[in-house]
C-alpha cells in the first residue's frame, strides 16, 4: 500500500468519529486535543530515549522500533489536525514539498 493510501486511511478514519459540519467551537476542542494527543506522543518518543543528565545509561540500548512506533502516532495525529482544519492529503503534502524547499534554499544561503 502507498504512503498516500495510507494517509488517506487515517483521513477516513477520523471521519468516522468527527463530522464534517463542525462549528468553530468544536474545531478548536478537537485541535486541541489532537495538539495534547500528539504532545504525549512525543513525549513517549522521549521516554525511550536516555536524556536524564542523573542517570547511568551505560549498557542501555535504545529501542528503535518502539521511537518508529511513537513517530506514526504523532504523524496519524498531525494528520488528523490537517483534516479537522478542512485540508485534504494533497494539502499538507505539498505545503510539505513547499516548506522543504525553504528549508533547502535557507540551508544553502547560511541561514
Not at 76 to 105: C, H, P, R, S
Request: proline share 1%.
Amino acid at each position: 500500500m502507498s504512503y498516500k493510501q495510507e494517509i488517506k486511511n487515517i483521513f477516513e478514519f477520523n471521519r468516522r468519529f468527527i463530522k464534517e459540519d463542525i462549528t468553530e467551537d468544536e474545531r478548536n476542542m478537537w485541535l486541541q486535543r489532537f495538539t495534547m494527543y500528539t504532545i504525549d506522543e512525543l513525549t513517549e518518543v522521549l521516554e525511550e530515549l536516555p536524556f536524564k543528565h542523573w542517570k547511568d545509561y551505560t549498557n542501555t540500548e535504545v529501542d528503535k522500533k518502539a521511537i518508529l512506533n511513537e513517530i506514526a502516532d504523532v504523524l496519524i495525529f498531525t494528520f488528523g489536525m490537517v483534516d479537522i482544519l478542512g485540508y485534504d492529503e494533497e494539502d499538507i503534502l505539498n505545503e510539505i514539498a513547499e516548506k522543504n524547499q525553504v528549508n533547502i534554499k535557507r540551508q544553502e544561503e547560511g541561514y
